[in-house]
């Protein structure tokens, strides 16, 4: 069954651009996956973690047939293809890839939560989602936008990534 996904990338170190863009060729290329469309490239001030350089954020919608669990291991092996490692919670990285939305589906695990536990905390996983999806419905029937949309430091710095064969 093809599912529609939204997918958050955020990156803070090294091409903080060329990352993000890298991340959606590898998605792309990636069986069972589409990459439909990109938000705009937003930057932000890093939430939590350590003293560290500003993030460039963008989402990614994508079709997949791929089951969550899969989906979530082709987001994984795209952080490690570009250089992801964990260290310290929060702290910087070259590329992170998280699964924030994926149509209806509901996932309360600890390896796997959808929606992202912090969907609707983060303006900069917010507002690049509404750039794609101006009215979300979470899979327990709420509307994102019937939500507090928090504020905060997000703004835009470039257009959409290009998306192959888009």
Known sequence: MRRRAFLGLGSNLGDRLANLQRAVA????TPG??????????ETE??????????????????TELEPDDL?????????????????????????????????VALDRPDLTVPHPRL?????VLLPLLEL???????DGRRVLD????????RPVAPALEVPGG
């Open 26 to 29: 590898l998605l792309a290329s």
């Open 33 to 42: 996956i589409e990459v439909v469309a990109s938000s705009r490239v937003w």
């Open 46 to 63: 890093p939430v939590g973690g350590p003293p560290q350089p500003e993030y460039l954020n963008a989402v990614v919608l994508v079709r």
């Open 72 to 104: 979530l291991a082709a987001a994984q092996g795209v952080e490690a293809a570009l250089g992801r490692t964990r260290g310290v919670r929060w702290g910087p990285r070259t590329i992170d890839v998280d699964l924030l939305l994926i149509d209806r």
């Open 120 to 124: 609707l905390e983060r303006a900069f």
């Open 133 to 139: 999806e101006p009215d979300p419905v979470l899979p």
């Open 147 to 154: 939500q507090p949309v928090p504020g905060g430091g997000a």
